[in-house]
């Protein structure tokens, strides 16, 4: 049984199909990781996030060690991972790993729940549940500033709201596999509901398709 979880950034994805995850005994995949690895190691590089050939190189031998860098979620690597996550070349390189992720869980897994933004659309149309997690931007960048604050101790709101608009607005829009919710998804507006009642609506949604 394979789970889709997509949604925009800071919207709540990744606690809940972690959650999800745990409660099933489903293998996850963080697939925004993936795109996060491949921007970080543009940035280590000193290349250009948007450089199309370089992009499409990085994607094409991504070394996974890099995927446990602390690094990998500062929002600066965010803002990249979305400029190479608009690259088709890149993703195309990033597709076959997924979807076998997907198909192929752990003989002690009973399935696979995968976060990002077109897992409902194009890394898994078939999945037997798929869930769009929102917010309004302002919450999210409210979670994203509390959660900033306890973690390095300072973080600026505006530039934070700024940053996640500017994200939206580059994951909506780009060509290749934008964030839209699949045809067939649940919404799931998280923005007055807390992580406890979204997880339950979640698991009455997975239970009802098992
Ligand atoms: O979810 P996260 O914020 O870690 O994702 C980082 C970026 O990776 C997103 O802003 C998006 O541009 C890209 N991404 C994507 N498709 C996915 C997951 C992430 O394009 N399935």
């Not at 597709?95 to 997907?102: D, K, S």
């Not at 549940?129 to 309004?136: C, L, M, P, R």
């Amino acid at each position: 049984m394979i789970i889709a979880i997509d949604g925009p950034a800071a919207a709540g994805k990744g606690t809940l199909a972690k959650r999800l995850a745990k409660h099933f005994n489903f293998s996850y995949l963080d697939t925004g990781a993936l795109y996060r690895a491949v921007a970080l190691t543009m940035l280590r590089a000193k290349h250009n996030p948007s450089d199309i050939a370089l992009a499409a190189q990085v994607s094409a031998h991504l070394d996974l060690d890099i995927l446990s860098d602390p690094d990998l979620r500062r929002e600066e690597t965010g803002q990249a991972a979305s400029q190479v996550a608009a690259i088709p070349e890149v993703r195309a390189n990033l597709l076959n790993f997924q979807r076998q992720f997907a198909s192929r869980p752990p003989e002690d897994k009973a399935g696979a729940v995968l976060d990002g933004r077109d897992i409902g659309t194009v890394v898994c149309p078939t999945a037997a549940v798929k869930i769009f997690v929102t917010a309004s931007a302002e919450e999210r960048a409210k979670r994203r500033f509390h959660e900033q604050k306890e973690r390095v101790g300072h973080a600026d709101y505006d530039e934070i709201l700024a940053d996640v608009v500017s994200r939206d607005d580059r994951d909506m829009n780009r060509s290749d596999a934008p964030l839209k919710p699949a045809e067939n998804a649940h919404l799931l507006d998280t923005t007055k509901l807390d992580i406890d009642a979204v997880f339950d609506v979640a698991v009455k949604l997975v239970q009802s398709a098992q």
